[in-house]
T-cell receptor
Framework: GQQLNQSPQSMFIQEGEDVSMNCTSS?????WLWYKQDPGEGPVLLIA???AGELTSNGRLTAQFGITRKDSFLNISASIPSDVGIYFC?????????????WGLGTSLAVNP | DGGITQSPKYLFRKEGQNVTLSCEQN?????MYWYRQDPGQGLRLIYY???????QKGDIAEGYSVSREKKESFPLTVTSAQKNPTAFYLC????????????FGAGTRLSVL
């Protein structure tokens, strides 16, 4: 199946540092979603983006829908230990009557207190 | 509280055995999904259902079966034909609208004895 290119694959940072991750694709998407998954749990939606160029914040998290509609970025400012987890991007691909979410492979974040 | 309930949290399967994973939602969502998650492989779609009594194969449907007799319920059976069933299984649902935001259960971890 189709997948997004999500990078980096993993990050190990110090508490207080800022974090950036992104997803890219050769396809155009109408929606970008960012999720966080804690160990042993299901993913939880962080931010949803619906328009090219859109910049949306949720507390210390900021995400942007790329102007080309082929990419998206997630930034976390002033990281804290509870930011640890796997972050997934997902893009909504419209193909006729078939709307399908395409998933990135995730960015695993570790925060050193 | 509204949400998606998956059970059991942990499940063990013997060789040649079929096992069924439960997924129930009280969000009144039309669409439901089953994903398989293996380390480093992100989320892979097994089956999805956009309406009661109808479902479609995802990217890795072989060795799995589903039913959608009620709007609230979308059980997944892992059959003996699935030779590598050990994984984390996630159920999700959404309203079936254009935004396609999926909400996840807490997952079921299946292991082979």
């Amino acid at each position: 199946g189709q997948q997004l290119n999500q990078s980096p694959q993993s990050m190990f940072i110090q508490e207080g540092e800022d974090v950036s991750m992104n997803c890219t694709s050769s396809s155009i998407f109408n929606t970008w979603l960012w999720y966080k998954q804690d160990p042993g749990e299901g993913p939880v939606l962080l931010i949803a983006l619906y328009k090219a160029g859109e910049l949306t914040s949720n507390g210390r998290l900021t995400a942007q829908f790329g102007i080309t509609r082929k990419d998206s970025f997630l930034n976390i400012s002033a990281s804290i230990p509870s930011d640890v987890g796997i972050y997934f991007c997902a893009g909504l691909l419209n193909a006729g009557n078939n709307r399908k979410l395409i998933w990135g492979l995730g960015t695993s974040l570790a925060v050193n207190p | 509280d509204g949400g998606i309930t998956q059970s059991p949290k942990y499940l063990f399967r013997k060789e040649g055995q079929n096992v069924t994973l439960s997924c129930e939602q009280n969000l009144n969502h039309d669409a439901m999904y089953w994903y398989r998650q293996d380390p480093g492989q992100g989320l892979r779609l097994i089956y999805y259902s956009q309406i009661v009594n109808d479902f479609q194969k995802g990217d890795i449907a072989e060795g799995y079966s589903v039913s959608r007799e009620k709007k609230e319920s979308f059980p997944l059976t892992v059959t003996s034909a699935q030779k590598n069933p050990t994984a984390f299984y996630l159920c999700a649902s959404n309203r079936g609208d254009l935004r396609n935001i999926q909400y996840f259960g807490a997952g079921t971890r299946l292991s082979v004895l």
